[in-house]
Each structure stands twice: as structure tokens, then as C-alpha cells.
């Protein structure tokens, strides 16, 4: 078999694969509506052992299908094992294969499964949150080696679509993509987070009466932000590990990245630091998308 697993007829780069797998009732079927909608080339409900037989059919078509997004789910057999050794034989052999994960609450996926009145299928006998369970640790590892986890709990439609769109909207060489959102503390960590920078350690706003109505997003609240003492530093310093994490995630063939920036509500000083450390992945070339998660709430 040889050669014609790296390249294909006529010196053509082989496809790029994006593998959709997570959660049942996380949005997966959005997701590859989504990369279809893009012009991805779309296989739902695929083996994971097939995923290979699919890249080489896709290779002989001389560049008519370079990208292909697969939708795996947990009722494949030997599925972890399966997928995660075949999405390194896939990079052993040239090809970029990342893997999505869609993750969502506990809570979250019980009323989605309720919504539409079906059973989910690991379920069996037993309750709903034992199938959910018993899915969550089947999948614990494929979450763990996945280039991006999106989670969906709080995304309507529209807003996933949105952000597959986001990511994967344009195909670009050595590039890094970043999400970076504010979150309060007391509102619980982003599960998706790949880094988390904590700024309580700055003076709360929120104690300063006038300050109090507005958010980081102000200019009189993100002044006072900078202004204390630490906050220079701070992000000059978390500047240089980003420059770090960068070039390694680019060698690593890692091209998404959510950076978590959290204050105790999410409303003042991690929305500030967080609009000051997107300006400055900008500047390293980064495509960033802000999220202030928690700005509107109490």
C-alpha cells in the first residue's frame, strides 16, 4: 500500500479531515449541517476503522473532495480505542486529522433528550443520566486527546453553526484560531477551556460606586483595571507563555485554542483583561473571537 497513503495520483495534498464526535444531544448533527453548509464533504454515523478507507477514496478524486468531515459516535465498536488509533495512523501518515469534541452538561442534555421524547442510546433499562454517565466515561479519553471541545450548553443553534463557521470557515497553513472568553467564577469554569487566567487578584470594580452600573468593556472601568497594581504585569507576562504555547501548538498541529479569563462575576475585571489579552494574540497573528459569557448576568 505504501506511497499512495501519503500522497495521491498527480502530486495532490491529501484531504483534510475534521473528525465531529462528543456527547449524544450535544449538537453533532448541527455541527456537520455546518461543515457541509461550508462545503465539507460529510459521512455521518461512520466506523472509525473506515475513516481511512474513506481518505483514500477521497485522495483518487484528484482535489474534487478536499475536505471531509466524518460524525463518529459512541455506538461504534470499540470506539475509543478505535478512533483514537486511527486518528493517529492517519497523522502517521501525512494527514491532518482533528478531532471535535461537543460536550454539554448533565443537565443540558437530560432536557434536550426530553425535549424530543427519545431514549438515549446507551439508556438501556436504566435512566436517562445512566446512559449520559455511561457515554461521558466511555468517551473520558477521546475528550482528553480532542483538538477542540466546543461546549454547547448554552449555544442555541444558530450560535454553534456560528462558531463551526468560526473555525473552520476558511482553511489557512500554520494558523491559530483562539476564543477567549470571560466568565465569573461563581458562575462555574467554562468546560472547554484550554487555559484559564484567573484576575481576582486585581480590586473589584464592583465595589467602587460609580464603576459599578458599567463593565470592562467601558473605558472608566477598564483605566481603573489597568491601573492596579499587577495588572501590567500580568499580562506582559501571560503575553510571553502565549508566545510560547503558539509556536508549540502550531508544531503539535494544533490550531484551536479557548483561553478562559475569570474574575468573581465575570462583568468587570475579566472582561477588560480579557478585550487586552485578545489584543495582544492579534497582534502575534492569532484569529480571535471574544465571548463575554457572563457580561449580563447578576
Same mark, same amino acid.
Given at each position: ?48 476503522? /473506515? &475513516?481511512? +478507507?474513506?481518505?483514500? =477514496?477521497? @485522495? *483518487?478524486?484528484?482535489? %474534487? ?7 463518529? $459516535? ?8 478505535? /478512533? &483514537?488509533? +486511527?486518528?493517529?495512523? =492517519?497523522? @502517521? *501518515?501525512?494527514?491532518? %486529522? ?7 452538561? $448533565? ?192
Amino acid at each position: 500500500m505504501g506511497d499512495d497513503h501519503v500522497t495521491n495520483p498527480g502530486g495532490e495534498l491529501p484531504p483534510e479531515i475534521v473528525i465531529v464526535t462528543g456527547m449524544s444531544g450535544a449538537g453533532r448533527s448541527t455541527a456537520a449541517r455546518a461543515l457541509e453548509d461550508l462545503d465539507w464533504f460529510v459521512v455521518d454515523n461512520l466506523p472509525p476503522g /473506515l &475513516l481511512p +478507507t474513506m481518505i483514500d =477514496l477521497a @485522495g *483518487r478524486t484528484h482535489g %474534487a473532495v478536499p475536505r471531509v468531515a466524518a460524525v463518529v $459516535d459512541v455506538r461504534s465498536m470499540a470506539f475509543t480505542q478505535d /478512533l &483514537l488509533s +486511527t486518528a493517529e495512523e =492517519l497523522r @502517521g *501518515r501525512g494527514i491532518a %486529522a482533528r478531532v471535535v469534541f461537543l460536550e454539554a452538561s $448533565d443537565e443540558t442534555l437530560v432536557r434536550r433528550f426530553e425535549s424530543v421524547r427519545r431514549p438515549h442510546p446507551l439508556q438501556g433499562d436504566g435512566r436517562l443520566t445512566d446512559g449520559i454517565s455511561r457515554e461521558r466515561e466511555l468517551l473520558r479519553a477521546v475528550r482528553g486527546e480532542a483538538d477542540l471541545v466546543i461546549d454547547t450548553s448554552q449555544l442555541n443553534v444558530h450560535q454553534l453553526k456560528a462558531k463551526m463557521v468560526g473555525f473552520f470557515g476558511e482553511s489557512k497553513e500554520a494558523h491559530l484560531r483562539a476564543n477567549v472568553v470571560s466568565f465569573g467564577f461563581k458562575h462555574g469554569l467554562p468546560v472547554d477551556a484550554d487555559l484559564v487566567v484567573d484576575c481576582r487578584f486585581l480590586p473589584n470594580p464592583h465595589w467602587v460606586p460609580d464603576l459599578r452600573p458599567m463593565s470592562g468593556r467601558d473605558e472608566p472601568v477598564r483605566d481603573y483595571v489597568l491601573a492596579q497594581r499587577g495588572a501590567k504585569e500580568l499580562l506582559d507576562s501571560y503575553t510571553e507563555v502565549l508566545r510560547l504555547l503558539i509556536a508549540g501548538y502550531l508544531r503539535e498541529g494544533k490550531h484551536y485554542m479557548t483561553l478562559a479569563v475569570g474574575c468573581t462575576g465575570g462583568r468587570h475585571r475579566s472582561v477588560a483583561m480579557s478585550e487586552q489579552l485578545a489584543g495582544r494574540l492579534r497582534e502575534e497573528g492569532v484569529e480571535v473571537n471574544i465571548i463575554h459569557r457572563d457580561l449580563e448576568r447578576e
